[in-house]
Each structure stands twice: as structure tokens, then as C-alpha cells.
């Protein structure tokens, strides 16, 4: 089999990891090229864009793949649209990874919003002076014209223009402990955090932080996924499914 990877996530990196272990199995993760100096996969790695879903079907007979793996990050919505258009448009098998969202637990104060644009709008009900921005590089525009909270951006990447005006960026790359996040938010004086609903163990840290803190969440809730695309939530759910293919 040839399987394309849809990467840019840890579980894109260790479903090649363990696909590309197994004898007689290709794969080819591909990348975005959005991080300068990614961590690397087992097997081949290609970057950049495909050309929409016309360009990635193209790119698929082109390469005689035999089977797409989406294991994109969950806000990724555009290049898992065209994962399910272009595996159709090639008759070929799609398989979605998503780790499963984050959810509240008691001690939690999450006010969940649709989009960035709604968390951006949101903040100024909450009457926040220091906000902690961990929402990427992309999308940081939507905050760009508020004159309050003052915000603390982190992400991986140096961000471009528009930024807010009053703000300090920290580029760090996760895993992040709960003793550091906490540290960061109180030498910072954060008062509010605002998240995307990533999921996942990496960036779980500042959640707990903010709640030891009593500290709100703005909260932005994931796109939906497309129905009808087989689904699972973890790499070994995803190995055991392609095994199942694989024989039959
Ligand atoms: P997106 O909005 O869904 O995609 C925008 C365009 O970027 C796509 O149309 C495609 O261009 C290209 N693209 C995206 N992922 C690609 C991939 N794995 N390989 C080749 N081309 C890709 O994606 P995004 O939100 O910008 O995220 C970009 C990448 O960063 C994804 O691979 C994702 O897994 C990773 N990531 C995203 C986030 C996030 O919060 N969004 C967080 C962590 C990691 P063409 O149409 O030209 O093919």
C-alpha cells in the first residue's frame, strides 16, 4: 500500500512512524510548510500545498496512492475538505484522525464561542485586563484592533501583522507542564486565557493552570467534521483500522 499522510500533527508523525515500519507499507507524510524547522516522520515527507482539491486529486493519481490518512490538526477545516473531495474524486479510502476535544471538569470556567471572531468580540464582556493568547500564528488578526485586555501571544512560529498593539509574543513549541504555565500566568498577571479546542496532552497544561488560577477560558469550539468519513480518536485506533483494511 500507498498511503498519504495529512500531517502537521504528533499523531500524523507517529502513524508514519508505525506505517513506515511495517514491511511493505509506503508513506508519504505531507506538510503544510507553515513551521520553518519541523520534527520529521519515518518516511517520505513532502511540503507545500496541494492546489485545492482539484490539484491534491491530481497529485494522488500522479503518485498512485492508494489510501489518504487526514490526521490534520482538528482546527485544519480546509485541507480535510479537500481530503474528502479529492479521495472521492480518486475513488480512494479516507480516514480521519481526531484526537478527541478537551472537556470541562469541575473547577472549570469555560465560556465556550463559535470562532475566533466571536472570542475576539467576547472579551470585552469579561472586563479582562491581561489576556493569554495561545491560539497559533493564524487568526491572531481577529484581535488586532482591540485596544484591552493587553495579551501575552505564544506560539512556534513569529507571527506576522496585524497584531494587537499592546501585547508581547513568546515562541515556545509544547509539551507545556502544569508548574510552567502556571508560572508564565502569574509572573505575566494573566487574567483570562483564550484557547481553540485542540485536544490532546501537548497543550493540556495551561488548562489546569487556569483553573487552579480560578481563571476563565474563552474557549473556541472546533469545525465540525465532515459526516459520512470513517473517524477514529488515537494512532493505534488508526493503525488497527488500516491493519483491517489491509486484509480485507
Ligand atoms: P487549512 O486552513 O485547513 O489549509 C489551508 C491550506 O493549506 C490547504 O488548502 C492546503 O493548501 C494547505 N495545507 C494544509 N495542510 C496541509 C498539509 N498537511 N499538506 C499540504 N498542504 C496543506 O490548514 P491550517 O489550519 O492552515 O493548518 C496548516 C497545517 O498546520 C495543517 O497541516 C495542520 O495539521 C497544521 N496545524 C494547524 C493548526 C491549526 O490550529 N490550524 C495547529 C497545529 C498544526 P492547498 O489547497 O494548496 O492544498
Redesign the pocket.
Known sequence: MKVLV????GE?RSIADRLAAMPGQLVI???????SNPRLPAGEV????????A??AEWLRAERVDLVID????????????AVEAAAACGLPLLLVRRPAWTPVPGDDWRRVPSLASAASGLADLDAARAFLT??R??LAHFADLETPWFLIRCVEPPEPPLPARAEVVLSRGPFTVTGELDLMRRRRIDVLVT?N?GGRAAVAKLAAARELGMPVVMVSRPPVPPDVPAVASVDAAIAWFRALLNG
Open positions: 495529512l500531517g502537521g500533527t500524523a507524510t505531507s506538510l503544510a510548510g507553515r513551521v513532502r511540503i507545500g500545498g496541494f492546489g485545492g482539491p490539484g491534491l490526521a490534520t490538526h482538528p482546527f485544519a477545516a480546509r485541507i480535510t475538505a479537500n491560539i497559533g493564524q487568526g481553540k485542540s
